[in-house]
């Protein structure tokens, strides 16, 4: 398949570096939990949509354990005088989370309020344990802790699109993650 890439954005991630990256931490996370999961757990999968969709497709497909799915899908906008998001939930969660080993997939991690207010939400849950998977931890602008368990690419900074990532909602589709050029 010939590789599309529009004008206006540099290739960054391969559509092969990001497979066989997302395999490397299906594998690392199906040892991690094999360890913990008692006999009869499963993993409860969390994916922030829109942007993880397509990563969790990929992530979830190269974790050899039981686990089931579910999406949540919160729009945050940031509060300029403080370090932290308003978020507002537009698609809450459907399964319980009390007692589930929890493991929330997105697809970047950049200031981290969203992820931030997203973990404490699930921490007052009670999960039995929480972890965090991203794709891509852009990590320059950082404005809060955030623990990340597991990151595929580190990048320091750009707006990155493709694998799920948007711009005003195009180019969620290409199957590499590119760079959007500076005008
Ligand atoms: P934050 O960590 O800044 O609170 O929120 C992260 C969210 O901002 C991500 O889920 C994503 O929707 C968006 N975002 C951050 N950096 C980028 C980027 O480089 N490209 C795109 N398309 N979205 C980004
Ligand atoms: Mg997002």
């Known amino acids: 398949m010939s590789s599309y890439s529009p004008p206006g954005l540099a290739p960054l991630f391969s559509p092969k570096a990001l497979a066989d990256r997302v395999l490397q931490m299906g594998d690392q996370i199906a040892k991690d939990y094999g360890a913990v999961l008692e006999p009869r757990e499963s993993l409860l999968v969390i994916g922030v949509l829109n942007?993880?969709?397509i990563f969790m497709a990929d992530l979830v497909r190269a974790i050899n354990l039981p686990l089931e799915i579910d999406f949540?899908?919160?729009?945050?906008y940031q509060d300029q005088t403080e370090s932290?998001?308003?978020v507002?939930?537009?698609k809450s969660l459907e399964m319980e989370v009390k007692n589930r080993h929890?493991?929330?997939?997105?697809?970047?991690?950049?200031?981290?309020?969203?992820?931030a207010w997203l973990l404490d939400f699930l921490r007052q849950k009670g999960p039995k344990s929480l972890k965090l998977a991203v794709?891509?931890?852009k990590n320059e602008r950082r404005k809060v802790n955030l623990a990340i368990d597991y990151v595929?690419?580190?990048v320091q900074e750009g707006f990155?699109?493709?694998?799920?990532?948007?711009?005003?909602q195009n180019y969620r589709h290409l199957p590499g993650v590119h760079k959007l050029k500076a005008n």
């Open 102 to 115: 929890v493991l929330v997939v997105e697809d970047i991690a950049d200031y981290g309020l969203t992820l």
């Open 152 to 154: 595929g690419f580190e």
């Open 88 to 90: 507002v939930m537009l």
């Open 51 to 53: 942007g993880a969709f």
């Open 84 to 86: 932290s998001a308003h």
């Open 160 to 168: 990155l699109v493709g694998y799920g990532l948007d711009y005003a």
């Open 72 to 76: 949540i899908r919160l729009s945050s």
């Open 135 to 137: 794709a891509i931890n």
